[in-house]
């Protein structure tokens, strides 16, 4: 049935205007999303959005996930979304897990407290979660603690990193924290010092990658990409 849904979708929105990285579907376009009203956003195949789109590129075509050369990954996927997961599953020579601490995944987990032994993974993605953890240090150390020496996590925030940092405390009230972020479900807007602070108090050494400008902006349309720099943080080797 699955299948035969794609098909449909593939079928019903054929057209050459977008092209969706993950599902591989040409479609005349994408969807409007969000609760602030996105335009060219979400897959009307896949249902992936800007920033899984983004990743996804940078995974293919700067990370080399798909080279069939490469040693094997073990791969974590924090809070997984289900176009990446399938994309993720599928690679060569990667062993993959998920975890989340809500919704479905291969276990349950809290970010903050992993049931991995030390050095477990050789990459990690985990997008869109930090923002909404009350307490986000004991995930960068998780984080560090989880990832083998000279492994990769890939972070994402939301957008912007401009700017200072505005952080509702731990104990803050839904209400509190939509008058101070526009948001009751997270607890931070990180800007890039911060960002980069956190990470590497947390024992990795983070780089912000501006991938989505380092495309010609013909792609980053084609493709429906958000303008979303990528944290890419190693852990040091022994």
């Known amino acids: 049935m699955s299948v035969l849904r794609t098909l449909y979708r593939k079928t019903r929105f054929l057209g050459f205007a977008n092209y969706c990285v993950l599902?591989?579907?040409h479609v005349r376009?994408?969807?409007?999303?969000?609760?602030?009203?996105?335009?060219?956003?979400?897959?009307?195949?896949?249902?992936?959005r800007e920033r899984h789109r983004l990743a996804w590129h940078w995974?293919?075509?700067?990370?080399?996930?798909?080279?069939?050369?490469?040693?094997?990954?073990?791969?974590l996927h924090v809070a997984p979304e289900i176009p990446v997961a399938k994309r993720l599953k599928q690679l060569p020579n990667t062993s993959y897990i998920s975890g989340d601490f809500v919704h479905a995944a291969d276990i349950r987990m809290d970010v903050c407290n992993m049931?991995?032994?030390?050095e477990s993974f050789d990459f990690v993605y985990i997008s869109h979660v930090l923002n909404m953890l009350p307490r986000d240090e004991p995930a960068f150390k998780e984080l560090c603690r989880v990832?083998?020496?000279?492994?990769?996590?890939?972070?994402?925030?939301?957008?912007?990193?401009?700017?200072?940092?505005?952080?509702?405390?731990?104990?803050?009230?839904?209400?509190?924290?939509?008058?101070?972020?526009?948001?009751?479900?997270?607890?931070?807007h990180y800007g890039r010092e911060a960002l980069l602070r956190?990470?590497?108090?947390?024992?990795?050494?983070?780089?912000?990658?501006?991938?989505?400008?380092?495309?010609?902006?013909?792609?980053?349309?084609?493709?429906?990409?958000?303008?979303?720099?990528?944290?890419?943080?190693?852990?040091?080797?022994?």
């Open 29 to 48: 376009r994408f969807l409007p999303h969000g609760v602030v009203r996105r335009e060219n956003s979400l897959c009307p195949v896949c249902h992936s």
């Open 59 to 75: 995974f293919t075509h700067r990370a080399g996930l798909l080279d069939r050369r490469q040693p094997s990954l073990r791969t």
């Open 115 to 118: 049931p991995f032994a030390d």
């Open 147 to 188: 990832l083998a020496p000279g492994g990769t996590v890939l972070i994402q925030v939301p957008a912007p990193l401009a700017g200072p940092s505005k952080e509702a405390g731990a104990n803050s009230s839904s209400s509190d924290r939509l008058a101070l972020l526009g948001d009751p479900d997270i607890f931070r």
């Open 198 to 238: 956190r990470a590497e108090a947390g024992g990795l050494q983070p780089l912000l990658v501006p991938y989505f400008h380092e495309l010609p902006p013909a792609e980053q349309m084609r493709f429906g990409l958000i303008d979303e720099d990528l944290c890419v943080c190693r852990k040091p080797k022994h």
């Open 23 to 25: 599902c591989r579907s």
